[in-house]
Nanobody, 129 residues
Framework: QVQLAESGGGLVQAGDSLRLSCLASGDTFNKYFVAWFRQGPGKEREFVGRIGNIFATETPEYEYGDSVEGRFAISRDDAKNTVYLQMNGLESEDAGVYYC??????????????????WGQGTQVTVSA
């Protein structure tokens, strides 16, 4: 079982960049599919992006939500057991609590929150105009 901990959130201005981290403990993180979701006030949890595990050969390694495509990028540092979410060109609509989530095997829709078994506690991102 893996435990996840997000960090890196904060208050930024529109147009700024921010990098979030998702540190895993309890298992080797590159065996997992890892996704980022966000949830704004009064909104449903929204898919931001995901990265595949090292065994996935028949599915795209990366996938992003339409609203962040081209601005956000996910990467993995296996030595640090960490997945990152690099966010560029932040907009007010990007504000919310950002969560990382993980599952071991590719089953179901990897853009849906219900697909993931393990979640972090979330980190707040606030974007001022």
């Amino acid at each position: 079982q893996v435990q996840l901990a997000e960090s890196g959130g904060g208050l930024v201005q529109a147009g700024d960049s921010l990098r979030l981290s998702c540190l895993a403990s309890g298992d080797t993180f590159n065996k997992y599919f890892v996704a980022w979701f966000r949830q704004g006030p009064g909104k449903e949890r929204e898919f931001v992006g995901r990265i595949g595990n090292i065994f996935a050969t028949e599915t795209p390694e990366y996938e992003y939500g339409d609203s962040v495509e081209g601005r956000f990028a996910i990467s993995r540092d296996d030595a640090k057991n960490t997945v990152y979410l690099q966010m560029n060109g932040l907009e007010s609509e990007d504000a919310g609590v950002y969560y990382c989530a993980a599952r071991r095997f590719q089953v179901g829709d990897l853009t849906k929150p219900s697909t993931y078994h393990w979640w972090g506690q979330g980190t707040q991102v606030t974007v001022s105009a």
